[in-house]
């Protein structure tokens, strides 16, 4: 009930006007966001799109870029940087989860790009990069899929692990790591035609200007696949008190729920960025089975498909 409030106040969302003073790091009342909308923007949910093609297994990410750097953030990671390719580690979540992630950008990417998802490398001619790649969890499989990707880390350690990790195997060793920013990227004028970034605009000091950084990295009518965490009290229970003081699943201090965005604030800032937000996704976890799957449930653990208009346009001011 709560998610099928949440659509439907994504569906009434509009173009908002008067957000050039607003700082979406310090934004915490959705609903005065709402009194300054105009234009309609069209989305679709998960149960409304067609069902994604499992792909194989593997995981993703954190950290984050030039302007938008959060310097305890960047610490906090680097010292369990050795640990991302352990199953069993602090990054077993993102192991466990990264199947489910891998499903949903298969299945948006390929409808987007016209792939068909059920062959074994639908991203062949498709440029990525992965933006706050960590150990390369998400990169590598992204690789196998055929897409030619830029996996990119603020963190130096994270990139020496992705890298020797990758050129254990020839389908992977091809992968560009980069311990650089979404920010510096904009500067060398990259562009790609998907940009995505998973578990990483909560651990970033100005998520509105990051997606201003994601959204000029993408080409136009290219694609933005970004994954975070809703702030509700339901996120703050699982995500944080369950997940990291009870569980013990992530180590304390992971998050923080005031860095949390809801669903609709990401919207809002990728509108800002000139992209449009076409399908969202969340992401259940089944204790019975170990497993997550996604749903229309985005409470919690949340995905967000965009594209960026074809026309050759700046990113908003």
């Known amino acids: 009930m709560a998610s099928k409030l949440v659509m439907n106040r994504l569906r009434s969302l509009s173009r908002v006007s008067q957000l050039s003073d607003v700082r979406f790091d310090k934004l915490r009342d959705p609903v005065s966001i709402f009194s300054t909308s105009q234009n309609h923007v069209k989305w679709r949910s998960y149960s409304e799109a067609s069902q994604p093609t499992p792909p194989p297994p593997s995981p993703n990410t954190f ?88 996996g990119v880390d603020a963190v130096n350690k994270n990139i020496k692990i992705a890298r020797l990790h990758a050129d254990l195997d020839p389908q992977t060793s091809s992968i560009e790591y980069r311990c650089t920013t979404a920010e510096s990227l904009v500067e060398e004028q990259r562009q790609f035609d998907a ?16 997606c201003k950084s994601l959204s000029a990295l993408t080409i136009p009518g290219g694609a933005t696949v970004i994954s975070t965490i809703n702030r509700s ?40 960025a000139s992209i449009s937000v076409q399908e969202m996704a969340g992401f259940v976890y089944n204790p019975l089975t170990g497993r997550w799957s996604l749903s229309d449930d985005i409470s919690v653990n949340f995905i967000a498909f965009g594209t960026k208009s074809a026309k050759k346009d700046e990113t908003l001011d």
């Open 63 to 150: 950290t984050t870029t030039s302007s938008s750097l959060n310097e305890f953030e960047l610490a906090k990671f680097s010292a369990i940087a050795e640990t991302w390719w352990d199953a069993e580690g602090p990054f077993k979540p993102l192991h466990l989860m990264n199947p489910t992630r891998l499903a949903f950008i298969r299945s948006t990417l390929c409808r987007h790009f016209r792939k068909d998802p059920n062959c074994t490398r639908p991203f062949e001619g498709l440029k990525f990069v992965d933006v706050g790649c960590g150990g390369g969890i998400l990169s590598e499989p992204l690789a196998r899929m055929g897409a030619t990707v830029t």
């Open 233 to 272: 009290m339901r996120a703050y229970a699982t995500a944080i008190v369950a997940a990291e003081y009870l569980l013990h699943w992530l180590p304390k201090g992971t998050h923080q729920w005031s860095s949390f965005l809801t669903p609709e604030e990401l919207v809002l800032i990728h509108q800002r």
């Open 195 to 210: 940009v995505i970034a998973l578990e990483v605009i909560e651990h970033v000091a100005d998520p509105a200007g990051f």
